[in-house]
């Protein structure tokens, strides 16, 4: 195993500290998107870069963008789940880059679900 660089602690601090800060409430919101091979596989990359893109697009600081593994509805990728500070997460499904834009500005910066795509609502807490 390798030496871990400064670098390296540098990004498990930022991680960390992220984490914390959303529950304490320095964050808006946080979108875990569903990486898991089916989830790849059904084009959640594109779904991870149209978030981002938005983020930078708008210069947004406080939603944190994580990562996760399949959930088990391998049939609905790709998904996502959008959690806001104080409200149960929201797990959205059959999404694409067009409509990840979509409950990006109603959902993580409006604060309203767009219950057309949401398959699930406090179904999980992830923090």
Not at 24 to 45: D, F, P, Q, S, W
Not at 61 to 69: A, E, H, L, M, N
């Amino acid at each position: 195993m390798g030496k871990i660089s400064l670098e390296d602690l540098k990004k498990i601090k930022e991680s960390v500290e992220a984490t914390v800060t959303l529950r304490e409430g320095g964050y808006r919101a946080k979108v875990n998107i569903h990486l898991g091979t089916c989830g790849i596989a059904a084009g959640a990359r594109g779904i991870m870069t149209a978030v981002m893109d938005e983020i930078s697009k708008r210069d947004i600081k406080d939603v944190i963008v994580t990562t996760s593994g399949c959930a088990g509805l391998c049939s609905r990728e790709p998904m996502i789940t959008v959690e806001l500070l104080g409200a149960a997460p929201v797990k959205y499904v059959d999404l694409n880059p067009e409509k990840m834009r979509e409950i990006f500005a109603e959902h993580v910066l409006g604060g309203k679900i767009v219950e057309k795509y949401a398959l699930a609502v406090g179904s999980e807490t992830t923090f």
